[in-house]
């Protein structure tokens, strides 16, 4: 099942109108039925003590990014949140642009589980996330 342009359109205005992505950095790369591609460019903001990016950014690339790949799916009026997010973190980022490629694994009526690879920038699976969303 592909998308239409108006929605992608319509996820992409309310992608827009989200204060917390926009303050990162976060931009929607690519857009399909189930999938969401989110990348940030890092830069010193993002980064923590130790000169790498900080763990609880890159929770929130992954975060964001399924919930686009949820969205790719949904009605207008629906909503849905978090409900348990796994993170492996399997090396670290300092610099370039990363990628988050979020993709529904099960799209049930109330429960929906996702997994998303965050790459650097050479393309280097960087962490791993495991996540279960519920339909409100």
């Known amino acids: 099942m592909t998308i239409t342009a108006e929605q992608e359109l319509a996820i992409r205005k309310k992608f827009e109108t989200n204060p917390f992505p926009k303050m990162l950095g976060f931009e929607i ?3 399909e039925s189930e999938r969401a591609v989110l990348g940030v460019t890092v830069r010193k903001e993002l980064l923590q ?5 900080h763990g609880g950014a890159i ?7 399924v919930a686009f790949a949820i969205a790719s799916v949904s009605g207008p009026g629906e909503r849905f949140t ?3 997010m796994k993170v492996n973190y399997l ?6 642009r990363i990628t988050a490629d979020a993709k529904l694994i099960r799209n049930g009526r109330r429960i929906i589980v996702a997994e998303c690879d965050v790459n650097d920038a050479s393309g280097r699976l960087a962490a791993k996330g495991l ?3 519920i339909r409100l």
């Open 131 to 133: 996540l279960t969303y």
């Open 49 to 53: 003590l130790a000169g790498v990016m």
């Open 59 to 65: 929770a929130s690339l992954i975060d964001t990014a």
């Open 91 to 96: 090396s670290s980022i300092s610099e370039g």
């Open 29 to 31: 790369e690519t857009l």
């Open 82 to 84: 978090t409900v348990e």
